[in-house]
């Protein structure tokens, strides 16, 4: 099954417009979880409003905040919520999908062929500028630029491959910042070449106005934190294919 999943903090600007995008999909059988980092505006407000009488959307609010890392992993090793070979969509609650079709076209993707596990698409900034998503070489990927961007989906299981250690920061807990990146590479190189494929249409638009993206001053974390944890996570143990 196609599930969406998307983590957010103080979002209210930009929120409706990710989940509509998800509501007006022409590929219907998904299941969409919301999971709110304790915000302090209105979006927990907003996302109530607009998923109210679809069950196909859930909301999940946090208590203490987790960032997004630990929100990801606590939501996919929940087996009550998802199976192994369910597809996660990855979609920040400040970004949208790029068309109606992007589900549908996700979902033929996996159907079609049963051996992939990892998919990362092209996207477009909100302002109309190509992004910089590429396919990654699982054997260079973490010496590499990063380009394994938006749009990312994998299988269930990959995920629940990744050892915790790969997580964790130098105090024990789990890494505030750079989270695409550690769980990019354990997926990348689990995958190989077989399991894997980059997509070259266009699947996201990325909001780069938020002024709470990662790599902005205003983050949560603070911008010198993610290079600070990205160049922790580059040295970290490599993984090897899943034949």
């Given at each position: ?88 969509i990855e979609l920040d609650g400040d970004d949208w999908l790029y068309n109606d079709t992007v589900l549908s076209f996700i ?5 079609k062929n049963k051996s992939l596990w990892l998919t990362n698409g092209s996207f477009i900034y909100s302002n109309g500028r ?48 750079a989270a695409d990146v550690a769980f990019s590479f354990p997926m990348v190189e689990m995958c190989g070449e077989r399991h ?48």
């Amino acid at each position: 099954m196609i599930k969406v999943v998307s983590c957010f903090w103080n979002a209210e600007n930009y929120i409706e417009k990710c989940i509509n995008s998800v509501k007006n999909q022409t590929y219907k059988d998904f299941k969409m979880f919301l999971v709110d980092d304790v915000s302090t505006d209105k979006t927990v407000e907003i996302v109530k409003s607009v998923i109210s009488g679809d069950e196909r959307f859930v909301l999940i609010e946090n208590k203490e905040k987790k960032y997004k890392l630990k929100n990801l992993d606590d939501l996919l090793m929940d087996e009550s919520l998802f199976d192994d070979e369910d597809v996660i969509i990855e979609l920040d609650g400040d970004d949208w999908l790029y068309n109606d079709t992007v589900l549908s076209f996700i979902n033929d993707k996996y159907d079609k062929n049963k051996s992939l596990w990892l998919t990362n698409g092209s996207f477009i900034y909100s302002n109309g500028r190509f992004g910089f998503s590429n396919k990654a070489n699982f054997k260079t990927v973490r010496s590499d630029t990063f380009v394994f961007s938006h749009l990312r989906t994998w299988k269930v299981h990959l995920w629940r491959n990744i050892e915790e250690s790969s997580f964790i920061d130098v105090d024990g807990k789990y890494f505030k910042s750079a989270a695409d990146v550690a769980f990019s590479f354990p997926m990348v190189e689990m995958c190989g070449e077989r399991h894997y494929e980059f997509i070259p249409e266009i699947l996201l638009v990325y909001n780069e106005e938020n002024p709470y993206n990662d790599h902005k001053e205003g983050s949560c974390a603070g911008v010198n934190d993610q290079f600070r944890c990205a160049n922790i996570i580059r040295n970290l143990p490599k993984y090897n294919p899943i034949k």
